[in-house]
């Protein structure tokens, strides 16, 4: 029996040996990719393209095919006072044919005070409150008492909207829709403008943009009281009609005016004044 025992057990040895399978060797662990920070993206600053003077500005080529720079000598008449400044007027403007020829104004302040003390020293001290408080309030029907203006203009501010406090490469001011009028004219195509008044940080210049604008719910202009009434009967509910048009022109998305009030906005946030 004993000699059986020897050959029995390597046969189960063998047997168990079949049955068994090597262990899985563990796979070498795969490397993990580097992290790499995102590309930081940097808006490129804006260049000017224009200078005049001591005025540099970047100006959208579809605002103008062309300008005119000059220093405008003083004027001491009863009409026009105003000191020796800088004017750029631009040529080639989508809108023609309108109140106002675009220009924009560069003035001393220190001089034009002198020239008109009262009237430039009150538009200063409003201007630098409105820019001190942060906003402009919403239109009143108190015609006549409108927002900061230079030029000072033969006829009344109608009304305004739009407005807003509106920074510039070298100071602050405010930008608003308006239109001027001898009477009570509609708020129409022919006379609205865009207009930015700011103030340089110095306090030296004054800085004047001027730009007509147009709206697709407007009429072309003002020969004809709106809604088929009579003059006498549009004049008799002017306030009520001005407050409502205010509303409306205040309702309106930026881009829905022409030129764009975003494209306005863009020019003059590149103003720079340099002394």
């Known amino acids: 029996m004993k000699r059986l025992l020897l050959p029995v057990l390597i ?24 992290v790499t920070e995102p590309p930081v993206v940097t808006e490129e600053p804006v260049t000017s393209n224009v200078s005049c003077y001591e005025l540099a500005l970047y100006l959208d080529p579809s605002l103008a095919a062309e300008y ?39 003035y001393p302040v220190a001089a034009y005070t002198t020239l008109q003390p009262g009237v430039v020293s009150y538009t200063v001290t409003d201007l630098q409150a409105l820019v001190a408080s942060g906003t402009v309030p919403l239109f009143t029907s108190s015609i006549g008492l409108g927002l900061p203006f230079l030029p000072p203009v033969n006829a009344a501010q ?14 602050s001011g405010i930008r608003y829709l308006a239109e001027y009028a001898q009477y009570t004219a509609a708020v129409n195509n022919r006379d609205l403008f865009y207009t930015y008044q700011g103030l340089t940080g110095d306090g030296q210049y004054w800085v004047s943009v001027i730009l007509p604008i147009t709206h697709p719910m407007l009429p072309d202009n003002s020969e ?46 590149s103003i720079t004044i340099t002394p």
């Open 68 to 106: 005119e720079c000059q220093s405008v000598p003083e004027s001491l008449s009863e009409v026009d006072r105003y000191p020796t400044h800088t004017e750029l007027t631009l040529w080639g403007y989508p809108l023609t044919d309108k109140f106002f020829v675009p220009h924009i104004s560069v």
């Open 224 to 269: 004809n009281p709106p809604g088929g009434l009579t003059w006498e009967e549009f004049s008799d509910n002017y306030g009520g009609y001005i407050t409502d048009m205010v509303k409306q022109l205040n309702s309106q998305p930026d881009e829905s005016y022409f030129p764009t009030l975003s494209l306005m906005d863009a020019l003059v946030t």
């Open 158 to 171: 109608l009304f305004y909207a739009q407005a807003d406090v509106l920074p510039f490469a070298s100071g």
């Open 11 to 34: 046969s189960a040895l063998l047997m168990l040996a079949c049955t068994l399978t090597p262990a899985p060797t563990a796979a070498p662990p795969t490397p993990r990719p580097a």
